[in-house]
């Protein structure tokens, strides 16, 4: 077999098998309620868990949730979904441009507390949305549109 011939083979069975496009990426969405009611305006972040972010393994997904609180993800890269196998599973409510961080010490221009000022809270418990908290949601190959997650308020007592 020549040089040429030994190339194209080559490249086409990377092609067949994938391996050129990175991590298995399937559709993903689903429903975010808080306190059984659509949840909208809340960002829902998927993280591969013990992945390789080198080869794109570790490539984390997003959705925003609308007036129904339904979401799709979408990959960093664009692509429709998230990385096929188990993630964190983290839920933040979206702050407006420019808005103050939640929970922030809202002040004065001095840094001292402004009693007239109120601090933005989220409500959704910090669980959902901390470097320790958050689920855990498996992607199966063939996707999911039930991605669904119920949130309980903070102090709500089961």
């Given at each position: ?64 949730t609308d007036e129904q609180g339904r979401y799709s993800l979408t990959t960093i890269d664009g692509r429709g979904g ?20 939640f929970d922030a010490n809202v002040g004065s221009a001095d840094g001292s507390p402004d009693p007239k000022k109120k ?40």
């Open positions: 077999m020549n040089r040429n011939a030994v190339v194209v083979v080559a490249a086409v069975c990377l092609l067949a098998c994938g391996c050129g496009d990175g991590p298995k990426v399937a559709q993903v969405s689903g429903v975010v309620t808080l306190d059984g009611k659509p949840y909208p305006n809340a960002v829902v972040t998927f993280q591969p868990q013990g992945g390789n972010t080198a080869d794109g393994a570790g490539m984390g997904s997003t959705g925003l998230a990385v096929v196998g188990k993630h964190r599973v983290r839920i933040q409510t979206r702050r407006e441009a420019g808005g103050a961080p601090t933005a809270v989220d409500p959704i418990p910090v669980e959902w949305y901390s470097s320790e908290g958050g689920k855990e949601f498996t992607v199966p190959a063939g996707g999911t549109d039930k991605a669904d997650f119920a949130i309980e308020p903070k102090g709500k007592k089961k």
